[in-house]
């Protein structure tokens, strides 16, 4: 099944594309999505199809197409702190982006009839703690595999494909469900239950939920705290503020922020090319705004706008170290941009006044 949308040229025009047939209609499941590249569970040869809408298999090793993941991500309504069962999980794909979701206090556990794809979806989700940068940007629910046939698990936890359609069904009372058809789909084959020496079918005990222990609570705590920062810098809180106009003039209004940046643009050039004594405006000394906005400041800060216009026009573009030229100019000069952190939370953790060791099993012993 599959091929309801385009194929992409990476990831991300993948995730656009389902955006675009609504498969994709959370902003959690889109981040969901966009956090694991499906190329990365794809073996090295088959690399190229993984941005196609269609299903892969190779061996005992499957993937399902991309709008069928979507939809079923979509139709859980999945929360932290949520239980996820996956029958048949074989690379982990799915898993893996569920437990973004489910945070660490959720349950993730995963049943798969193949010995060889349980190692491999280890494999992978081993990969994906050590290396991804993404797996700093959530609190991850790890998932739990077993080898097993799910028509093994016992009766009281037991599901089954149903008409060949995915299908949620919704527990509305103690004895009564509600059923809603998603999306038909082609299930594979079940495999029948071999019998054991005294005839009996064996069973397969899911895993057993643990409680997490004082360290690991711990290491989600700081981890969490230190993430809380990050995550604000998103977007400021506004303050309230009582008089006309407050909304768009108080200091973290857009209009202020947009004034602030050309102001600072302004003094730069200032400082840095010679200007006839006219385009320079009187400097403002302070930006606050305790009780209203004087028509005295609008004015100097109106015309420091325009003279903000005027020096971008005349100057050639510029980076925030005050570099211009072109890419090879600036390499010759030394002068280069200044890339962020790639991962800040990283950085935090290594900038912590604590033992190597530590600060190693904050980064849960991931690589750079």
Request: hydrophobic letters at 35%; proline letters at 6%.
């Amino acid at each position: 099944m599959g091929g309801a949308v385009s194929a992409g040229e990476d990831n991300d025009e993948l995730i656009d594309n389902l955006k675009e047939a609504h498969y994709i209609r959370s902003d959690l499941v889109e981040r969901a999505f966009r956090a694991i590249d499906r190329a990365e569970y794809y073996l090295e040869e088959y690399r190229d199809s993984a941005y196609k809408d269609l299903a892969w298999r190779h061996g005992n090793l499957h993937l399902s197409a991309p709008c069928i993941y979507s939809e079923v991500m979509e139709a859980l309504d999945l929360q932290p702190g949520l239980s996820f069962l996956n029958l048949g999980s074989g690379t982990g794909y799915l898993s893996t982006m569920v437990g973004l979701i489910l945070g660490p206090f959720g349950v993730n556990h995963g049943v798969e009839l193949h010995a060889d794809v349980v190692d491999y979806a280890y494999q992978k989700l081993d990969h994906f703690i050590k290396t991804s940068d993404s797996f700093d940007k959530f609190e991850f629910c790890e998932p739990t595999f077993v080898v097993g046939n799910c028509l093994e698990i016992p009766p009281e936890s037991r599901h089954s494909p149903l008409e060949e359609k995915l299908t949620k069904i919704t527990r509305t009372g103690q004895s009564s469900w509600e059923t809603k058809k998603i999306i038909a789909v082609t299930f594979a084959p079940l495999v029948q239950p071999k019998q054991n020496v005294n005839g009996r079918p064996r069973s397969v005990p899911l895993p057993i939920f643990e409680v997490r222990t004082l360290q690991d609570l711990s290491r989600i705590a700081i981890r969490h705290t230190l993430r809380q920062p990050i995550a604000m810098g998103e977007g400021r809180t506004k303050r309230r503020v009582s008089f006309p106009g407050a909304r768009a003039m108080h200091r973290y209004g857009p209009r202020f922020e947009r004034r602030r940046f050309c102001r600072r643009f302004y003094r730069q050039c200032v400082n840095s090319v010679v200007l006839h004594d006219s385009m320079i405006p009187t400097a403002m000394d302070d930006c606050n705004y305790p009780g209203g906005v004087e028509e005295e400041e609008e004015e100097v800060e109106e015309e420091e706008e325009r003279g903000c216009r005027r020096v971008r026009e005349d100057l050639p573009e510029e980076d925030e170290e005050g570099c211009s030229g072109t890419e090879e100019e600036k390499s010759k000069s030394g002068c280069a941009l200044a890339e962020p952190p790639v991962n800040i939370l990283r950085e935090k953790i290594l900038r912590l006044p604590l033992p190597e060791p530590l600060k190693m099993y904050l980064l849960y012993y991931r690589e750079k």
